[in-house]
């Protein structure tokens, strides 16, 4: 079993960044690491996606502003959110798919974001 847990999350100004941080609790690679959010009132929407090879997509919205990125070694992915809207308020959940004997996935606790004044 994989442990996803993320850091990060708080209240911030809009304009402002943040960095949250997805942990892994063990060295195995995830396949694809993703972000997704939770926004109030609406379902769960994928973020940003990072492949192994390197290869991201993003939610149009976030697009030039978020970037993911991950460390294999340091078994992190992390999400870089710049200039903040209060439209991102959510909470964000880690998830990765991996293969353990079986594909599996992982989700994490979530983190709530809070872009207001």
């Known amino acids: 079993q994989v442990l996803l847990v993320e850091s990060g999350g708080g209240l911030v100004q809009p304009g402002k960044s943040l960095r949250l941080i997805c942990l892994a609790s063990?060295?195995?690679?995830?396949?694809?690491m993703s972000w997704y959010r939770q926004c109030p009132g609406k379902q769960r929407e994928l973020v940003a996606r990072?492949?192994?090879?390197?290869?991201?997509n993003y939610l149009d919205s976030v697009k030039g502003r978020f970037d993911i990125d991950r460390n294999n070694a340091w078994r992190t992915t992390t999400l870089v959110m710049n200039n903040l809207k209060p439209e991102d308020t959510a909470v964000y959940y880690c998830?990765?798919?991996?293969?353990?004997?079986?594909?599996?996935?992982?989700w994490g606790q979530g983190t709530q974001v809070t872009v207001s004044e």
């Open positions: 998830h990765g798919n991996f293969v353990l004997g079986s594909s599996t996935e992982a």
């Open positions: 063990n060295s195995i690679v995830g396949v694809t």
């Open positions: 990072i492949l192994r090879n390197g290869t991201t």
